[in-house]
C-alpha cells in the first residue's frame, strides 16, 4: 500500500474521493476515478466504489502498491434465474448472490453492473441459464448465432410420455430424464426455440408443461448454480 502524505487540513466538509487520491498521488482527476473503479483505493481500510465519496482530512486513504489506472475491462456474467422472476434492465443482478461455483477471481465491482445487455433471455415462467454481456463480441455471437445455438432443457410435463410423444418432438432430441408422481422431466435439445415453442411441441404430444430449466447454452451449462446465484463467465468458456 502506499500511504498518503499529509494533506492540507483545511476543509472540514471533506473532499470527493476522486479529488483526494488525485492530489496524494499525482494523478489526474480520470485517472483517480479508473483506480477508484478498481478497487484498489482503501478509506480507513474499507475498499471503497465511489470517486464521489466525501473523505475528510482525518481519515486515511490508501492506495494498493504498483496499482495502476486503467479502465476496468468488460464482463460478462450468467445467472441461475427463479421461475418468476422477471430482471430489471437497470439492476440484474438485484436480489442475486455470487455462487460458491465462481472460479474467476474477479473482483465485483460496480462497474460491472453498467450496460450489462440480457442476451438469450428466459420468460418470467421459466428458470435456469440467463447470461449478461459488457462484451460486444458475445452479445453480437448470441444474437448472430441465435438461430443455431443450443438450448438444453429440462422440461417438467403431466401426462404419460410415450415413445411416440418422443418421436414427435422433431427436431429437437428430447429423452425422458426422471419420473415420479405422476410427472415427467424430460431433457430436450434444441436449436434457437422460438418462445413458446416447447411448450407447443408438448401441448401437440398431449402433455400439459409444468415448468421448463435451460441448464446449458451453447457450450456453457448452468453448472450447479442455485437459483438467484450468479457467477462471472471465465476468460476460456465459450457458447
Not at 211 to 235: D, H, T
Amino acid at each position: 500500500m502506499k500511504s498518503e502524505s499529509d494533506l492540507p487540513d483545511d476543509d472540514t466538509q471533506g473532499v470527493r474521493l476522486a479529488k483526494r487520491v488525485a492530489a496524494q498521488g499525482g494523478w489526474s482527476r480520470r485517472d483517480a476515478e479508473l483506480l477508484i473503479d478498481n478497487g484498489v483505493v482503501r478509506v480507513d481500510g474499507t475498499v471503497a466504489l465511489s470517486p464521489q465519496l466525501r473523505v475528510l482530512p482525518a481519515q486515511r486513504v490508501e492506495i494498493e502498491k504498483n496499482a495502476t489506472p486503467q479502465p476496468v475491462p468488460p464482463v460478462t456474467v450468467v445467472l441461475h434465474k427463479p421461475a418468476g422472476m422477471d430482471i430489471d434492465p437497470a439492476a440484474p443482478l438485484a436480489g442475486a448472490r455470487r455462487s460458491d461455483t465462481d472460479r474467476s477471481g474477479l473482483r465485483p465491482l460496480p462497474r460491472h453492473l453498467l450496460d450489462q445487455h440480457c442476451v438469450a433471455p428466459l420468460g418470467t415462467r421459466d428458470s435456469g441459464l440467463v447470461v449478461f454481456t459488457q462484451v460486444h463480441g458475445i452479445e453480437r455471437k448470441l444474437v448472430e448465432d441465435a438461430g443455431i445455438l443450443e438450448h438444453e432443457l429440462q422440461v417438467e410435463v403431466q401426462g404419460e410420455v410415450t415413445p411416440e410423444a418422443l418421436q414427435g418432438m422433431r427436431p429437437a432430441r428430447v429423452s425422458v430424464g426422471s419420473q415420479r408422481e405422476g410427472r415427467t422431466v424430460l431433457r430436450f435439445a434444441i436449436k434457437g426455440p422460438q418462445p413458446g415453442q416447447v411448450s407447443a411441441m408438448c401441448a401437440r404430444a398431449g402433455l400439459q408443461v409444468m415448468g421448463v430449466r435451460r441448464i446449458r447454452l451453447g457450450r456453457v451449462p448452468l453448472a450447479g448454480m442455485a437459483p438467484g446465484e450468479w457467477r462471472y463467465l471465465l476468460p476460456e468458456e465459450r457458447f
